[in-house]
């Protein structure tokens, strides 16, 4: 229609027929729809969707930390403390002891070697003796065969016996009093001649054990 016939209507009376009214668009939601058009995790009874609490349902949440331990008690600690103490304590009575052990093996081997050297060259031992002459020692009876005069020197006090390196030497009494200052228990015969002849059985040659018996 013109310009010059819509004046016209409107000029007769003629009005314009009114603008139909714009509705506002629906919001949009972008959001995945289920099937029958629900939402997920909405329906009664399912799982909790981003508002739920984690860990309902009996189950633990995803990544969640442990639950903190209990803090000791001061007898728990007292008691710790007690055990370590006495841990340490044993273990330096073990070292200690261990110490003590390596030590007097030194000694020996020092007091052994100065025994060595003392009686070096000094033996009285005969190749030709022929009589056993018993004593105890080591808790066990020993012999070494002797001549007939060194017999009686040895009873008498005057000669007496060292055990040296698994074997036993005759020798003087003086030699005797000198290793026994060096290392005791090197000496294996020792008469003393005042003593009571019950003390030493073996210094009687009628009570000499036989050689082929057996100890």
Do not use: C
Not at 1 to 21: C, N
Not at 79 to 99: C, G, P, S, T, V
Not at 180 to 191: I, N, S, T, Y
Request: hydrophobic letters at 30%.
């Amino acid at each position: 229609m013109s310009d010059t016939l819509r004046d016209q209507l409107l000029g007769l009376g003629f009005k314009s027929p009114p603008k139909p009214e714009r509705k506002p668009e629906a919001r949009r939601d972008n959001r995945p729809q289920g099937k029958h058009g629900q939402q997920p995790g909405n329906k009664q009874g399912g799982k909790a969707g981003h508002g739920g609490k984690p860990g309902q349902g009996g189950k633990p949440a995803r990544g969640g930390q442990p639950a903190p331990r209990k803090p000791r008690s001061q007898e728990d600690i007292d008691l710790a403390k007690a055990y370590a103490i006495r841990a340490q304590r044993e273990k330096d009575e073990r070292i200690e002891a261990e110490r003590q052990k390596q030590e007097e093996a030194r000694l020996r081997r020092e007091a052994r070697a100065k025994l060595d050297e003392l009686v070096k060259d000094k033996g009285l031992n005969d190749p030709a003796a022929d009589i056993a002459r018993h004593f105890p020692y080591g808790g066990k009876i020993k012999r070494i065969y002797v001549t007939a005069e060194q017999l009686r020197a040895l009873n008498a006090g005057q000669l007496g016996v060292l055990q040296q390196n698994g074997r036993y030497v005759l020798v003087t009494a003086e030699l005797l009093a000198e290793a026994e200052q060096v290392f005791a228990p090197a000496v294996a015969l020792k008469v003393d001649p005042d003593a009571p002849a019950g003390d030493d059985p073996y210094a009687d040659p009628k009570y000499q054990v036989p050689d082929d018996l057996v100890w």
